[in-house]
């Protein structure tokens, strides 16, 4: 898949100036793996601590048990 980015101008010039014409696009797929693992990584801990917070558990039990339907408003 082609994707179009942009990039700053100093950026742009050093990563054109260091990586050859015929390894760019495997250089930034492998950068994005390892920042897109790490940020998944960060995300799972948030979760797990989140789930682990009894505060937070009880006012989700409290959101998930509230079922009042919503009052009807009559047609004029």
Known sequence: ????????DQLARRFLAAVPDRKRSALVAR???????????RLERACRAANRDEVLAAENDEWQAFDDPLPRVAEP
Do not use: V
């Open 1 to 8: 898949m082609r994707i179009t980015l942009s990039l700053p």
């Open 31 to 41: 950068l994005l793996e390892d920042e897109l693992r790490r940020y998944e990584e």
